[in-house]
């Protein structure tokens, strides 16, 4: 992993919070700052990641799971699933809709790649964005998003991460006080995204990723 060149924590979230107020959400000036000590995960690590997630998201839509895992396998991916990927593809174990909720992740790896344009919190992933995966119905290989992938500077990202934080703290704090979601965000959204976000910003495993807020 490579360390994030020193930045100004405080002033990125001077404008997350600024992106916050501008549309109508309030966030807490004590949340904690984002620790100005992190690493970012190598580009390989992320691909790997996104590719391998790829094929759980597609099984837990439908797409036979031994032909999933028989996908992985020839992309050398299936040493990387997480447990419980493992026991959804091999056993069926586990909720699918809690593997297509990280489509969202998916999403916000890809634009951390540089293979999406923009990352809008208001707005869900591109309907079209799996037509940009490797199709895994005639074993597609992901060569291409290996060779097109490009992180996203440093910076970019935190700033990205630090957002979604503070919007995760919002939404979270709106479902305490059983009021509507705030500035009309969704849940899954805003916390699928801050997952990959602060994954690609730590050592922990996918599922390990601490989300609190």
């Avoid at 600024?18 to 109508?24: D, H, L, N, Q, V």
């Avoid at 995966?133 to 991460?161: H, T, Y």
């Amino acid at each position: 992993m490579a360390l994030v060149p020193f930045m100004d924590v405080k002033q990125i979230r001077t404008q997350s919070l600024s992106i916050a107020t501008k549309a109508g959400i309030k966030i807490s000036e004590t949340l904690p700052l984002l620790d100005d000590g992190m690493s970012i995960r190598p580009t390989a690590d992320a691909v790997n990641r996104l590719l391998a997630l790829t094929a759980v998201a597609a099984a837990s839509y439908g797409f036979d799971k031994a032909n999933a895992l028989a996908w992985l396998k020839q992309e050398k991916l299936d040493d990387l699933l997480t447990r419980t990927e493992l026991k959804f593809l091999a056993a069926g174990e586990g909720n699918p809709q809690a593997f297509q909720i990280q489509i969202e992740g998916m999403w916000a790896l890809a634009w951390a790649l540089s293979m999406v344009p923009q990352l809008d919190f208001w707005k869900d992933c591109d309907n079209r964005f799996v037509m940009t995966l490797p199709n895994l119905k005639i074993s597609q290989r992901g060569a291409d998003w290996r060779r097109k992938a490009k992180m996203r500077a440093a910076d970019e990202i935190v700033a990205m991460c630090d957002l979604a934080y503070c919007l995760h703290w919002a939404v979270h704090q709106a479902q305490l006080e059983r009021k509507a979601h705030p500035g009309r965000l969704k849940s899954h959204v805003v916390t699928e995204r801050r997952r990959a976000l602060e994954w690609l910003l730590s050592k922990e495993s996918w599922d390990a990723v601490s989300l609190d807020t």
